[in-house]
């Protein structure tokens, strides 16, 4: 579930549009909402050093459509909304388990704070040159159980998402991430390229949770 792939190999990964589409986040709504009939690219920035920030916006028009937010400054609890026009809805909500050796993070749906969780489980470990994950979920479409993990490096945003829908042991490559811009320490500027009919809300919360388990490691030059 992780590797070093070089970037690239990362490149010449193709993309699998699934058949049906993957809706996790949300009710039903989230089909039409997040799942997108064809390849949807997004660019992300995310910087760590204060003010903490996570903005999506949509590769070709520049349009803001997700951010975090956080209830206080010193919370272990954030937020990402949805932004659509000048409706900003709230679409997760993730919180840390503070002083735990595992660094457990919960990612609940909407404004929820308990209850069913998103992810049924979600493990992250990553260093400098290390990353590996491993998020299942139900998907609302198929009431499949499903598993996303990853290949690549996370600390220089070249790698790609995979899928395993129905726990078949199937990878189906269904997002892409590469730097499209020059890092520097404390930000980073990347393209999250999504397959068709895959629930892109939900591959943004992911890299939400990566980047916030990055800024802790950059910002303490350690590792989990």
């Not at 493990?123 to 499949?144: L, N």
Request: glycine letters at 6%; charged letters at 20%.
């Amino acid at each position: 579930m992780g590797n070093q792939l070089t970037c690239v190999d990362i490149n010449r990964v193709l993309l699998t549009p699934l058949e049906r589409p993957l809706s996790v986040v949300g009710d039903a709504v989230a089909v039409e909402s997040y799942c997108k009939p064809h390849a949807v690219s997004l660019q992300i920035m995310a910087q760590f050093t204060f003010p903490n920030k996570f903005v999506v916006r949509d590769a070709s028009t520049g349009a803001v459509c997700f951010r975090r937010e956080k209830t206080h400054i010193l919370s272990n609890r954030q937020t990402l909304v949805r932004i659509d026009g000048n409706d900003v809805a709230p679409v997760a909500n993730s919180k840390k388990t503070l002083f735990s050796p595992t660094h457990a993070i919960h990612v609940f749906p909407g404004t929820s704070h308990h209850g069913a969780e998103l992810f049924q489980t979600l493990r992250i470990k990553m260093s400098f040159s290390f990353t590996e994950v491993h998020a299942e979920f139900t998907d609302r479409a198929s009431g499949q159980q499903c598993v996303i993990g990853i290949e690549g490096i996370w600390s220089r945003h070249h790698a790609y998402f995979w899928l395993d829908r129905g726990l078949t042991g199937a990878r189906d490559p269904i997002a892409n991430v590469w730097v499209y811009d020059t890092q520097h320490r404390g930000k980073a500027l990347y393209t999250l390229e999504i397959a068709p009919n895959v629930d892109a809300a939900l591959l943004v919360i992911l890299c939400m949770v990566l980047d916030e388990r990055w800024m802790r490691i950059e910002n303490s030059s350690g590792y989990t």
